[in-house]
């Protein structure tokens, strides 16, 4: 392929190819060409143009296929437009004698297309260059056009297309010719011409004005022609025609107007035109005669939805403004068309009227209008109708004047009603909460309106109503319980009249149904009503014959309706339920048999309807509460099903005997009874299988039905895949509900309410707007054939065979059309039965039942209907499936494959072609894999059949399935697939578009086969991927939107397996044109693929889509929809939301949206700020935007007069610009989602989008740099637009971002003014953004979100002014006050549980607010107290504006009495609902405080949210007024079922204590921690965790909470099991510090409750303490703990989980395992340190909690773990600080060795061993040799000093440590470091002190001596710096402390050793002045000494003196110079201060 990448073609690699590859080698080249030459060098291309053109012209005549046809057509208008021009005329004519030759064979064809296609692009590229010839040319054409066949005509057509384009009004002579000549192909039988004409006739009435005006009317009739008969594709060309000629000819183009003096056509005149197709078939009145007589006249319904869909356009195209102004004439004529008799024939006929008028009014009003205008048009709708309801009152006032037109009126007048109450609802219902003023507006009256069609006197109608009454209590929450109130009372005041109701209980029921639409439901008491007024109905039916039909009826929709509330409430009405099911059917046989002989027609009528509306309840009960179906419930409903089965047999004889007006009755009795049996077990009813069956199979074969029905399962029950043989994929345009008229099977799309009014309570199928059950007919036989799939794999073999056998007999038996009808149900059934036994994983069973299936699908396999043959393969597949045998597989195969061989007919060819695609799909590569071969090489034979495009659809689907389903295996065929696919791509013309689709299957599916190894680079590989590649790009300039969407989704593919070869920068702009398609398909798949690239390659994808909005500017002409402006593809995306109502496209948007932010957002914050601004300004007035937008090119005085929605189409008079409308609401949803994130984004990239200084600091830097805090004032903006807007959803992410910007800024400083915080400038904002939220009339789950705002706010600090924080502060007040006084008027819109949410909401505000005052208070006591400034030193800010600490505690005190209350109720309430289910009956029957008990379920999930803060505040209150209140919590008195107390269930609360009081509520608060500590939920955030144990660790700070843990030692256990739970899974440092502390306040608690108990023992009994504490402490005499039982054992585990997880190497199994490399711990993290030394510290008070026995249990333990610490931590550091752990350690072990048990006698022995072991262990970690550099050993020697010091001689005595101590403190005293020297010296010296002479002396006389001689040394080698002065010092320290420990005999001896040492530091006079300051000071401290010395032991100094006269004349002198230099300094007798201090670094921990 690389070789065809040259500018001219190389002709040498051509002819070395095989011929079969050229074709492709040459479009390869044509593409490369198509890109060079626009960016190529204009000299180069002239300088090769000759040798080009020849190149391309002499393709034309090489029989060129189709795309490559298009591109080299392309190329040649190119060069000649990019190159010299004067040759094209010579080129322009040899395609003209092309043209004009007489060769009319099949082999010629393709070059005449060729010359053809050549002629186009030069007009469309050059235009008016070539004007001179282009009437001869247009003639060629012409003439060419009559003789050609149907592929020529269509390229003929799109050839003059083109040909107008380019030269536009000049071209103006041959319009009329090319009118007259094209417009017979409008009704051409090929539909491909068709469009073609509609194409070219679009293109030429842009500038020819005869076209809209005189030939308008002809024009149109010929459009109604080309309509009749057509397909999906012609409906949609013919109908952009003649919508877009209607347009022009009511708005014209200037231009044109201008040019001619023409009369315009008036609004009136035009819509007219387009009534006249709408109601009359096309052919006009002038039928032959015997149509006349066929049923003369029905309107033709493809004609009928063209003009539907003409009239989408036809609005569309004068835009939203237009409608916008003549909305009311439109309304008014769209609904005559619904009312006009020839709409409304039959039934059926004006329910499709009324569905084609509805989506004309959806596609309008719907998408063109924006919010405000909706709300316009919603009134002039409710007007319409109110206009209609007057019409029809007066006609039935005048009833009994009986005119017959009046009755016609009113049945025109309820389709009328339909649309426009089916229109009014879905405009409320999108615009939800937005709708409010719409029915605030008395002139208006909305609800009044549309309740009085509740009387209409048809179903229909008040179906409708009721259904705009649902869609308004969806939209707006608050209407609901009003509107149900008003029904209600209605029915009860309005008993007398049917249709009161009716009408009522229809609007009842769908108000009940839609309960599950709003989340904040509705009172529980409704249910109750409801059930009432349903049995009040029921009862008094019997009572007036006039009424009982319709009250029977009313009652059980009512019940149906009510058990759609759910569970929660159907279960206080289930046992009344059940007794009224059983009451409707006879109980036994006898009664069933006597029941028959009574009645007349009338009543069996009233029976009838009775017991289906009973059934039709259980349908509901058994769908909306499967929680309440236990075994015995189902029992009981299965009498009265059993009773109705056995009924159904006695049917037909009631209905012989009493008329055949009770078939409809009958038939919904059948229709509830198979909807309820589908939905139960089939295990119940098993018994009745015989009976049933025969009913199911009676009901589809049509045995007793003499009409064709057919069901309209059979599409759904075939594969989603075969769409393309079905033409299912219909239901995937825009134009589904209108599509579906045209469908094949019966009554199809006809769905209306009134065919079952349950519908109105059912939930809607997902993607449908309006409910829409088809007619009874066709809903029985559904439901029939649904039932058989249930029941059908549970029936016994023999009835399975039979039924077979049955099945064949009745196809059989049937003729003709009937016959057709039988065989679609009976198929449905198979299949339905068939998918069952696949899902029930059963068999289809032996031998001769498969035989009997198997002949009965083969038989179908060559039927002439394709659907039937689709869904035979579809059986045969899922029959091979589920019979899973090779055998039977092989056989069905092999019977295909002789079938294929032989079979010369397309029928049967495609039958089996498609059976052999479905055995592959359902039995997988593995089960057909030896097929594959026979069946591969079949199919490609079969796809190159081009007779037939048909068999060849079929083929290349079937082959997609194998392809798909083979997998790996089908890598070999890949190759010949491949080229097989490309050659069809090159050659079948692209008329037959399902070829063209299947062959995108096929290269998806071959694609996917091949996967990753497409980024390979083997020759094989790179020929496979460019064969990829070009196959797409054939599709991808295919006309067909289905081909380009498979394109799309091929490269998706491939760019999903070898990214680098997709590209981008051609793909992305493909895309986004895309983005504007009209078909949906095709949108779905641009944005699929955006989706897809921008998750990896965001950046690129946004900047290819900026390309195409420069290049569209430039080529305005070239008729690119989509408008790219600065805000990018985002901006599309977002504008694209509005528009879209697909939930699959709007989901994909969305993502695509949200992978551009997470990659863009924070380089790029401006702009997407700017993009979110801009959609959420909107909501503020709609004008912010377009004002700016307005402004460019409007003058000022207009701008008053525009309306919003003209504002936002952007700039005024660009046409190009698209019609577009203010975001919608939830757009700004969107938008306000995506501020959250941005913000969230940039929280985790950097710190420094949240700091001003430091922002502005980078922005001076680089002013490119973008950062979030910049744009504080946006966020605060948009966050405020969002939180006051009239939408809901839109308030509640509004005050989400609020809440998110406040978390965030709450602490970023302001530089300019220190001590303030940036966000207080927008106190005002937060609190006006805040205050709405609390009015009175504002939903449940807005307030709640506003408290959690306002306690954030309070609690940020921000607010710096008490005024300003006592206004948010009040309305947390004003809801607090709500709450009690319990009026909350909104308590009775919502149900209880809504009221639960905001009062829990409330209290959590409350109690995150005391927990801020508090905390901010304890901080301002702790802090040292400012200095008072004096008034003048005062700035103009600083203290003024800052809250006393205290300010906030005061605002909450007053509240405190009633909040406390509150909140322990609450605590009461949620400890309740914790309990497990088996405790349900302890729960109080009638609630709680703040919850009801049928809401308890809902209510749980509010507590669970809130419980964590209140309890934190309970604990703050309690501590704070020490446990002394004693109140019990009494019931806000709003509760009216409760009385009384609520805690306790006793009257008055004087019977308990305050003791008792104070017991319950610590019960209540560590029952609660304890409970859900134990298993915190996933789901709950860490703050619950936190929270909880802050209150725990603030209770036990509390006497009366240590008092209580302390004596309840299994609670203490308990505790720290839950702990050490807790750490295991959920363990970040903040939760683990929390844990110690609260462990430590345990232990705390536990020895004060012993020494207590021991002190009491030790009082009362006179017991030792240590007898005592032996019988009170942990082990007792035997010293055992028993886990589960013992507190320290608790806590040893707890303690030891900490040390291990932060170190290892604590873990003996750890350093025990192989994998295990002993390294250093690198320095600990400070959070880790701090931990690990509380830890210690715990550690070492656990055995004070023991018994002395018990002890010796736990101190190895504990020891092993304090010295393992010590190792671990005590490592050297810089500054020669001791780390936090090892001072622990430290101290730890002084704490054990010094503890009261050393002393006790029991357990000497014992204890002595442990302490040598840990002395030992010690010595043996700090070995010199051993240990590395690291050890810390000062640590080490500190804690040996500390054993020498603490323990016993015996101890330390021992001989081995002793030598092992001694060994230690030598090497430190050799260390080279002064560090440790000194610390040793110091050591030594408390050693060497210590009162017991045994212990010292041994290290006096083994450490003296080298002491002496290292100060010796000294003098050869003085100090350099201060610490090796320091360490000096302490020696000569150490040697003093010697001299005077010696006796007096010996002190001169010990004189001799520090004297002259001493002496020796001394400088001499000469030396002094010049020594080094170290040494300077050594001179100083030396004689201070001596002079010191000589004073304490005269009479030895003497004698060393003495004895060594040079020692004292070096003193001597010494001294005098002292002196000298005395008189000189004032103060000579000080000796340097700095000498006198203690060593500077000291330890934190004081350990002697």
């Keep these: 392929m690389e070789l065809a990448h040259s500018l001219l073609l190389n002709e040498e690699a051509l002819a070395q190819i095989t011929e079969a590859k050229r074709p492709v080698f040459i479009f390869e080249w044509l593409r490369f060409l198509n890109k060079v030459l626009v960016a190529a060098n204009k000299v180069d291309v002239k300088e090769q143009q000759k040798k080009l053109v020849d190149q391309l012209t002499d393709l034309i005549s090489s029989s060129p296929g189709p795309p490559t046809c298009k591109l080299l057509a392309k190329n040649l208008a190119t060069l000649y437009s990019i190159g010299d021009t004067f040759t094209v005329f010579q080129t322009l004519d040899k395609c003209n004698e092309i043209v004009k030759s007489k060769d009319d064979t099949p082999a010629y064809l393709p070059t005449k297309l060729a010359a053809v296609a050549c002629i186009g692009a030069f007009y469309e590229k050059m235009g008016r260059m070539l004007g001179s010839s282009f009437p001869e040319t247009v003639s060629n054409l012409l003439k060419a056009l009559k003789s050609a066949e149907s592929q020529g005509r269509s390229e003929v057509l799109l050839s003059l297309q083109k040909v107008l384009n380019g030269l536009g009004g000049a071209a103006a002579s041959c319009h009329r010719d090319i009118y007259k000549n094209a417009r017979s192909g409008l009704t051409d039988r090929s539909m491909a011409v068709r469009c073609a004409v509609a194409k070219c006739l679009l293109e030429l009435q842009k500038e020819s004005v005869f076209m809209w005006t005189t030939e308008l009317e002809n024009l149109a009739t010929l459009c109604f022609k080309g309509l009749e008969g057509s397909n999906y594709a012609v409906r949609v060309a013919v109908s952009k025609l003649l919508g877009t000629v209607m347009a022009t000819a009511l708005t014209p183009k200037h231009a044109a107007v201008m040019r001619q003096n023409v009369k315009r056509a008036t609004l009136d005149e035009v819509l007219e035109l387009m009534a006249t197709g709408f109601l009359r078939g096309g052919s006009g009145f002038l039928r032959s005669g015997g149509e006349m007589l066929k049923g003369g006249g029905s309107v033709n319904r493809e004609v009928r939805v063209g003009v539907t869909q003409a009239y989408v356009v036809f609005v569309t195209t004068l835009r939203g403004q237009w409608l916008e102004r003549n909305f009311a004439i439109f309304l008014t004529h769209v609904l005559e068309l619904v009312s006009h008799p020839r709409a409304t024939q039959s039934h059926v006929e004006a329910v499709y009227s009324r569905r084609c008028v509805s989506f004309i009014l959806r596609a309008t009003v719907g998408s063109l209008l924006g919010e405000k205008a909706q709300i316009a048009a919603a009134k002039e709708i409710c007007q319409a109708i109110a206009k209609q309801m007057k019409a029809v009152e007066s006609v039935m006032n005048d009833a009994n004047n009986d005119n017959k037109s009046g009755a016609a009126d009113v049945s025109a007048s309820q389709h009328v009603m339909v649309c426009a109450l089916q229109e009014l609802g879905s405009l409320v219902q999108s615009l939800s909460a937005t709708a409010s003023p719409l029915l605030q507006e008395p002139s208006i009256g909305l609800l009044e309106t549309v309740t009085s069609v509740l009387l209409h006197p048809s179903m229909a109608a008040r179906l409708g109503a009721a259904w705009c009454l649902r869609c308004v209590a969806v939209a707006l929450p608050y209407q609901l319980t009003p509107l149900v109130d008003r029904c209600a009372e209605c029915i009860n005041n309005l008993k007398t009249s049917p249709e009161a109701v009716t009408g009522y209980s229809f609007a009842m029921a769908a108000l009940l149904g839609s309960v599950h639409q709003c989340p904040l439901g509705i009172s529980h008491s409704k249910g109750k009503m409801v059930v009432s007024i349903a049995e009040d109905l029921l009862r008094t039916a019997s009572q007036n014959s006039r009424l009982s039909l319709q009250r029977t009826q009313a009652g059980w929709l009512l019940l149906g309706a009510l058990m759609s509330l759910g569970p929660s409430v159907v279960r206080y009405h289930l046992p009344k339920m059940l007794l009224l099911w059983r009451n409707v059917f006879p109980r036994s046989l006898k009664e069933l048999e006597a029941e028959k002989a009574r009645g007349d027609s009338f009543t069996w009528q009233v029976t009838l309807e009775g017991r289906a509306g009973a059934l039709c309840a259980m349908r509901s009960f058994v769908a909306h509460c499967p929680e309440l179906l236990t075994d015995d419930v189902i029992r009981r409903i299965m009498t009265p099903i059993e009773c109705a089965m056995l009924m159904l047999s006695h049917i037909p004889s009631v209905i012989k005997a009493y008329g055949a007006q009770l078939k409809a009755s009958a038939a919904m009795v059948r229709l509830r009874l198979y909807d309820i049996l589908a939905l139960l077990p089939p295990k119940t009813y098993e018994g009745s299988f015989n009976a049933l069956l025969r009913e199911l199979v009676a009901e589809f074969t049509l045995t007793d039905n003499s009409s064709n029905t057919t069901t309209s399962l059979l599409r759904s029950l075939c594969h989603y895949d075969d769409s393309v043989l079905l033409g299912s994929w219909l239901q995937e345009t825009d134009h589904k509900s209108i599509e579906d008229q045209l469908q094949p099977n019966s009554a199809s799309g006809s769905g209306a309410l009134e065919h079952d009014p349950s519908s109105i309570y059912l939930r809607i199928p997902v993607g449908e707007a309006v409910p829409g059950p088809l007619p009874l007919g066709v809903s029985v036989i559904d439901a029939s054939v649904a039932l058989f799939g249930v029941v059908f794999p549970h029936v016994s073999f023999k009835h399975r065979l039979q039924m077979l056998d049955h099945f064949a007999e009745c196809i059989k038996q049937a003729k003709g059309v009937r016959q057709q009808a039988v065989q679609i149900n009976i198929f449905t059934a198979v299949l339905s039965a068939l998918k069952g036994l696949a899902e029930n994983k059963s068999t289809l069973g032996p031998d001769e039942v498969r035989k009997s299936a198997l002949a009965l699908v083969m038989g179908v396999l060559d039927n002439p209907n394709p659907i039937l043959r689709c869904a035979a393969g579809e059986a045969l597949g899922r029959m091979a499936q589920v019979v899973g045998e090779a055998t039977f597989i092989a056989r069905m195969a092999q019977h295909s494959f002789d079938k294929l061989k032989s079979a010369r007919d397309v029928v049967s060819r495609t039958g089996h072609s498609l059976a052999l695609g479905c055995l592959h799909r359902y039995v997988g590569g593995i089960g057909s894999g030896q097929h594959l071969k026979t069946s591969v090489s079949i199919l490609l034979a079969l796809a190159q059949d081009g007779t037939s495009p048909e068999v060849q659809t079929w083929a290349l689907h079937s082959l997609a399935l194998i392809v798909d389903s083979s997998g790996p295996m089908y890598r070999g065929y890949v190759e010949p697939t491949l080229s097989l696919v490309l050659t069809l791509l090159l050659t079948v013309p692209p008329s037959h578009t399902e070829v063209h689709q299947c062959l995108g299957r096929c290269l998806g599916a071959l694609i996917t086969t091949v996967g990753p190894e497409l980024q390979g680079n083997g020759a094989s590989t790179s020929t496979i991927r460019s064969s990829c590649l070009v196959g ?211 929280e985790n990239t950097d710190d420094t989008h949240f700091d001003l200084a430091k922002a502005r600091a980078m922005k001076q830097k680089n002013p490119k740099c973008d950062l979030l805090v910049l744009h504080l004032s946006d966020l605060i903006r948009m966050a405020f637009m969002a939180a006051t807007d009239h939408s809901n959803q839109l308030r509640m992410a509004g005050l989400q971002a609020l809440e998110d910007i406040i978390k965030e800024f709450a602490s970023v400083p302001e530089p300019e003014f220190p001590g303030h915080v940036i966000l207080e400038q927008y106190q005002a904002n937060v609190g006006a953004a ?70 829990l909401a409330v209290l959590k505000a409350w109690a995150e607010v005391y927990i801020v005052a508090m905390k901010t208070q304890k901080e301002a006591e702790t802090k040292p107290v400012k200095p008072v400034k004096s008034k003048e030193d005062d700035d103009d800010f600083g203290a003024v504006d800052e809250l006393p600490p205290d300010s906030l505690i005061t605002l909450v005190q007053p509240e405190l009495p009633i909040l406390s209350r509150l909140w322990l109720a609450a605590l009461k309430d949620y400890a309740l609902l914790t309990l497990p289910s088996e405790f349900a009956s302890q729960l109080p029957s009638e609630g709680g405080a703040f919850y009801t008990p049928e809401t308890i379920d809902s209510a749980r999930l509010h507590y669970r949210t809130s419980w964590a803060p209140i309890l934190h505040a309970v604990v703050l209150w309690l501590n704070s007024t020490g446990f002394t209140i004693a109140y019990e919590p009494a019931v806000p008195s709003g509760q009216k079922n409760q009385t009384g107390t609520i805690l306790n269930q006793t009257s008055g609360s004087s019977t308990k204590t305050l003791q008792e009081i104070n017991t319950d509520r610590l019960h209540l608060i560590f029952g609660i921690s304890i409970e859900f500590l134990c298993s915190p939920r996933p789901e709950n955030p860490l703050e619950h965790v936190t929270s909880c144990l802050k209150a725990l660790s603030t209770l036990l700070d509390s006497p009366c909470a240590i008092a209580y843990i302390g004596e309840d030692r299994m609670l203490m256990v308990e505790l720290f099991n839950v702990l050490h739970r807790l750490l295991l899974t959920c363990g970040p440092p903040s939760v683990q510090r929390q844990v110690t502390m609260v462990v430590q306040q345990t232990i705390r608690a536990a020895q004060d409750h012993l020494q207590g108990l021991v002190k009491k023992a030790h009082e009362e009994d006179d017991v030792a303490e240590e007898d005592s504490l032996t019988a009170l402490g942990e082990g007792g005499k035997s010293g055992g703990l028993i886990p589960g039982r013992s507190i320290v054992f608790a806590a040893l585990e707890l303690l030891m989980f900490i040390l291990v997880r932060h170190l290892p190497q604590l873990n003996p199994k750890v350093t025990d395992s192989p994998s295990h490399f002993l390294q250093k711990t690198s320095p600990f993290a400070e959070e880790s340190a701090q931990l690990v030394a509380v830890t210690v510290s715990i550690l070492a008070d656990l055995p004070s909690l023991c018994s002395p026995t018990g002890s010796m249990t736990v101190l190895p333990t504990i020891l092993y773990l304090i010295t393992g610490v010590l190792r671990e931590t005590a490592v050297k550091s810089t500054d020669n600080l001791m780390t936090l752990p090892a001072s622990a350690a430290l101290q730890g072990i002084k704490t054990i060795i010094t503890s009261p048990l050393a002393k006790s006698d029991q357990i000497h022995k014992q204890w002595k061993n442990l302490i040598c072991s840990s002395l030992a262990s010690i010595l043996e970690y700090s070995k010199p040799d051993e240990s590395t550099s690291s050890t810390d050993e000062v640590s080490m020697l500190t804690a040996i000093a500390l054993f020498l010091l603490s323990a016993s001689n015996e101890v330390v005595g021992i001989s081995s440590l002793q030598n092992g101590c001694i060994e230690r403190f030598r090497s430190a005293l050799n260390s080279s470091d002064p560090w440790v020297q000194q610390r040793c010296y110091q050591l030594l010296l408390s050693v060497f002190q210590q009162p017991d002479r045994a212990l010292s002396t041994p290290y006096i006389h083994a450490l003296a001596p080298l002491v002496v001689e290292k100060l010796k040394a000294v003098e050869n080698q003085k100090p350099i710096n201060n610490a090796e002065l320091q360490a000096v010092q302490e020696g000569i320290k150490v040697l003093e402390i010697l001299v005077n420990l010696g006796e007096e005999q010996n002190r001169p001896q010990l004189l001799v050793l520090l004297v002259p040492t001493l002496i020796s530091y001394l400088l001499s006079e000469q030396t002094y002045s010049s020594a080094p300051t170290a040494s300077k000071s050594l001179h100083e401290l030396a004689l201070h000494d001596l002079m010191r010395i000589g004073p304490l032991y005269p009479s030895a100094f003497k004698a060393v003196m003495g004895a060594v006269p040079e020692l004292k004349s070096k003193l001597e002198a010494a001294i005098r110079a002292s002196q000298a230099s005395s008189q000189a300094k004032a103060a000579a007798q000080q000796v340097k201060p700095a000498l006198q201090t203690a060593p500077t670094i000291k330890l934190k921990t004081s350990f002697f």
């Design 1032 to 1242: 797409c790009a054939i599709m991808q300039d295919h006309s067909d939107s289905l081909a380009q969407a498979a394109a799309i989704s091929c490269l998706q593919q491939l760019h999903m397996f070898a990214p680098r070869h997709v590209n981008l920068s051609s793909l992305v702009p493909s895309l986004c044109v895309h983005l504007c398609s009209s078909h949906l398909l095709l949108r779905r798949a641009a944005v699929a693929c955006l989706r897809q690239l921008a998750q990896r390659e965001a950046t690129e994808v946004c900047a290819y889509a900026m390309t195409l909005s420069q290049s569209t500017r430039s080529k305005e002409s070239s008729g690119i929809d989509v408008n790219i402006t600065e805000t990018g593809l985002e901006g599309v995306l977002f504008g694209m939301l509005d528009r879209e109502t697909d939930r699959k496209l709007c989901a994909d948007i969305h993502d695509t949206l949200c992978h551009m932010l997470s990659s863009l957002a924070v380089q790029k914050l401006s702009h997407w700020l700017k993009l979110c601004k801009g959609v959420l300004a909107a909501s503020t007035d709609a004008g912010a935007v377009g004002q700016l937008e307005a402004t460019r090119d409007e003058d000022g005085e207009k701008k008053d007069e525009m309306d919003d929605e003209i504002m936002f189409t952007g700039t005024g008079d660009d046409e190009k610009s698209k019609p577009c409308v203010a975001p919608r609401w939830a757009t700004r949803v969107f938008a306000s989602e995506c501020l959250c994130r941005i913000i969230l984004l940039c």
């Design 1330 to 1399: 805040l205050r709405p939220a609390f009015s009175q009339d504002t939903p449940s789950d807005i307030t709640a979100k506003a408290c959690q705002v306002c306690s954030t706010w309070i609690g940020s600090g921000v607010v710096s002014d008490l005024n300003d924080l006592r206004r948010v502060h009040n309305l947390l007040v004003s809801s607090l006050d709500k709450m009690q006084s319990g009026k909350g008027s909104l308590s009775q819109l919502y149900s209880e549980s809504a009221s639960t949410m905001e009062k």
